[in-house]
């Protein structure tokens, strides 16, 4: 149900931007995040959109670079990626809840394949 496009190789300080196409998951209420995992590290919330209630979620480490948005007619969350860092490199994964929910990976039933982002010069 979750299909994610958009990572690949990118210099410090270019922007990529992540898809994620959400279709067959309709619900009123829902949380579509984005994730992130780096080798030997835990997969962390990076930014998370909710149906209702409240603002768009960020982690610390990206606010102000990254921005989610959602195209509710086309089934897709974005993630735009400015400002990129070789510590962005990681696995993203697009993962959605059947409820308005933190932006924590235990709490989302649904997920992508994942799509690489490597940033290197």
């Known amino acids: 149900q979750l299909v994610e496009s958009g990572g690949g190789l990118v210099q410090p300080g270019g922007s990529l931007r992540l898809s994620c196409a959400t279709s067959?998951?309709?619900?009123?209420?829902?949380?579509i995040g984005w994730f992130r995992q780096a080798p030997g590290k835990e997969r962390e919330g990076v930014s998370c959109?909710?149906?209702?209630?409240?603002?768009?979620y960020y982690a610390d480490s990206v606010k102000g670079r990254f921005t989610i948005s959602r195209d509710n007619g086309q089934n897709m969350v974005y993630l735009q990626m400015n400002s990129l860092k070789p510590e962005d490199t990681a696995v993203y994964y697009c993962?959605?809840?059947?409820?308005?929910?933190?932006?924590?990976?235990?709490?989302?039933?649904?997920w992508g394949q994942g799509t690489q982002v490597t940033v290197s010069s």
């Open positions: 993962a959605a809840s059947n409820m308005i929910s933190q932006c924590v990976s235990s709490r989302f039933g649904y």
């Open positions: 067959g998951f309709t619900r009123d209420y829902y949380t």
């Open positions: 959109i909710r149906s209702a209630y409240g603002g768009p």
